[in-house]
């Protein structure tokens, strides 16, 4: 079946890298993708990798893919108080039809 | 170029009423998912329109239906609305049917069940 699993709570200082983690079970998923959601709003996407790449750099985000584990890292470089948010990993499924399924959000807390 | 927009943003229904949100895809895209979130869960997957049909649908009941209109715009109609339909209602939109690169969400429309 399909299922995404995050932890559920990170806390680094500022100007220090955040590394959040993913593991997802559909290893045929085609694109798998990071949200951000502030408080109070939507989803905001910030970057997806395709299943045949290992990594992605996108300014401070690098996104690292594990298709032998199902493993999927976010990491944040140089993080900022502005990052405190809730980071969401979600998979497409093999279908690629745009439908989601999503993990349930690691928080992230960024201490001054 | 606007993105997915939603409304409404808040409302408050009571239990057994019926309830429309609305939704415009960003554009070029033309197929629109809807998503509901629960307080501290990630979002899940309601249901999928595209070239104005359902295409695909999660694991929700009946009470829950759409509409997509000829210019791709959708709306989300729940009926009896139970407590448990308390959430965030989120839209997103794609092209072509597919998923890719290209899935933006709205800011949502935020449904209290009282």
């Known amino acids: 079946g399909e299922d995404v699993e995050q932890s559920l709570f990170l806390s680094v200082r500022e100007g220090d890298s955040s590394v959040i983690n993913c593991t997802y079970t559909?290893?045929?998923?085609?694109?798998l993708y990071w949200y951000k959601q502030e408080p109070g709003a939507g989803l905001q996407l910030l970057t997806y990798?395709?299943?045949?790449?290992d990594m992605k750099q996108d300014q401070r985000l690098t996104v690292l893919l594990n298709k032998k584990d199902k493993h999927l890292s976010l990491r944040i470089a140089d993080t900022q108080t502005g990052d405190s948010a809730i980071y969401f990993c979600a998979e497409s499924g093999s279908s690629n039809t745009g439908k989601l399924i999503f993990g349930q959000g690691t928080t992230l807390q960024v201490k001054p | 170029d606007a993105g997915v927009t939603q409304s409404p943003t808040h409302l408050i229904k009571t239990r057994g009423q019926q309830v429309t949100l609305r939704c415009s895809p960003k554009?070029?895209?033309?197929?629109v998912s809807w998503y509901q979130q629960a307080l501290g869960q990630g979002p899940q997957f309601i249901f999928q329109y595209y070239e104005e049909e359902e295409r695909q649908r999660g694991n929700f009941p009946d009470r829950f239906s759409g509409h997509q209109f000829p210019n791709y715009s959708s709306e989300l109609n729940v009926n009896a609305l139970l407590l448990g339909d308390s959430a965030l209602y989120l839209c997103?939109?794609?092209?072509?049917?597919?998923?890719?690169?290209?899935?933006?969400f709205g800011e949502g429309s935020w449904l209290t069940v009282v």
């Open positions: 559909d290893s045929s998923s085609t694109y």
């Open positions: 554009s070029g895209h033309d197929t």
């Open positions: 997103a939109s794609t092209t072509g049917g597919f998923g890719g690169n290209t899935i933006y």
């Open positions: 990798i395709f299943s045949n790449m």
